[in-house]
T-cell receptor
């Protein structure tokens, strides 16, 4: 079952602008992860935030997590054309085993 | 370099045929996963394996089968029972159960029924 729902489905911006993508989920989690997928390729792990964390940074990426609202946001600052890709959030819950449940993704287009 | 290798990149299947997608990793990861991705959709879990000789069904296992005879390999067979197999298939691996380390993905196999 797909738990995460990203918003917006598509986002088009100019180089240098910031891009914000949101993710909502339904059940308890141990952590939430963001992945990037270039067209026709595999996914690349970007950043992970644990359920007891509220904010995390990695380079131009900033992730927030609000467990009371079951939502997360990914901010990409100073976007570049190379950031053009689809971005997925995925939730992980440990219960003797662990799998990731993915949302449908946000397609980001950064124009030069 | 360590990573996951999926082959072939493109695969064409006639209706009624079984086909097997290969997934090999040299990351020494315990857990391996198969996901299916349809256009404009997220990833849906087909099967996963936490250790050798053990695997569990995911959300959409019907029409698929797997084996895990070696730690490095987790092949997926798409059987004739899978009614709509045309999709992009992604294999992933992680340190035991992921548990906060993230997954490493292969570059995918695009399967088309002809």
């Amino acid at each position: 079952s797909q738990q995460g729902e990203e918003d917006p489905q598509a986002l088009s911006i100019q180089e240098g602008e910031n891009a914000t993508m949101n993710c909502s989920y339904k059940t308890s989690i141990n952590n939430l992860q963001w992945y990037r997928q270039n067209s026709g390729r595999g996914l690349v792990h970007l950043i992970l935030i644990r359920s007891n964390e509220r904010e995390k940074h990695s380079g131009r990426l900033r992730v927030t997590l609000d467990t009371s609202k079951k939502s997360s946001s990914l901010l990409i600052t100073a976007s570049r054309a190379a950031d053009t890709a689809s971005y997925f959030c995925a939730t992980e819950l440990y219960s003797g085993y662990s799998t990731l449940t993915f949302g449908k993704g946000t397609m980001l287009l950064v124009s030069p | 370099d360590g990573g996951i290798t999926q082959s072939p990149k493109y695969l064409f299947r006639k209706e009624g045929q079984n086909v097997t997608l290969s997934c090999e990793q040299n990351l020494n990861h315990d857990a391996m996963y198969w996901y299916r991705q349809d256009p404009g959709q997220g990833l849906r879990l087909i099967y996963y394996s936490q250790i050798v000789n053990d695997f569990q069904k995911g959300d959409i296992a019907e029409g698929y089968s797997v084996s895990r005879e070696k730690k490095e390999s987790f092949p997926l067979t798409v059987t004739s029972a899978q009614k709509n197999p045309t999709a992009f298939y992604l294999c992933a691996s992680s340190i035991e159960g992921g548990q906060g380390y993230g997954y490493t993905f292969g570059s995918g196999t695009r399967l088309t029924v002809v």
